[in-house]
C-alpha cells in the first residue's frame, strides 16, 4: 500500500495550486491524514491535518490560504492551496493511516517564483 500525491507544479506568488492525495495498491480508507512539508535545509513540518470526523488543523502559516479536505467516495484527500507565497515553496507530503499502517506519500515538489 502507498500513498501517492499529486498536484504540485509552479505557480506565481498569489496564485494557487490543488495537491492530491490517494492510495494505491489498497482497498483501505484513508484515516486521520496530514499533509506536511520540507523545503531545502529545513525539518518537515506540519501543514493541515483532518480527521476522519471532518475535524482539521493548520499551521499559523497557512491558516485562511490553505483549506484541507476529503472526498470520502474517492478515497482522495486535497489541499488547496491559495494567495501562495515564496516562502511556501516546498515538497509537499501526505501522511496518513491506511489500514493499520501510517503512511508517507513520495511528495510532490511546489514551486512558488515568479
Known amino acids: 500500500a502507498r500513498l501517492v500525491e499529486s498536484g504540485g507544479g509552479l505557480a506565481q506568488p498569489g496564485g494557487s495550486l490543488r495537491l492530491s492525495c490517494t492510495t494505491s495498491?489498497?482497498?483501505?480508507?484513508?484515516?486521520?491524514v496530514g499533509w506536511y512539508r520540507q523545503a531545502p535545509g529545513k525539518q518537515r513540518e506540519m501543514v493541515a491535518t483532518?480527521?476522519?470526523?471532518?475535524?482539521?488543523n493548520y499551521a499559523d502559516s497557512v491558516k485562511g490560504r490553505f483549506i484541507i479536505s476529503r472526498d470520502n467516495a474517492k478515497n482522495i484527500v486535497y489541499l488547496q492551496m491559495d494567495d501562495l507565497k515564496p516562502e511556501d515553496t516546498a515538497v509537499y507530503y501526505c501522511h496518513g493511516g491506511v489500514g493499520g499502517d501510517l503512511l508517507w506519500g513520495q511528495g510532490t515538489q511546489v514551486t512558488v517564483s515568479s
Open positions: 483532518s480527521t476522519t470526523g471532518g475535524s482539521t
Open positions: 495498491g489498497t482497498d483501505y480508507s484513508i484515516n486521520a
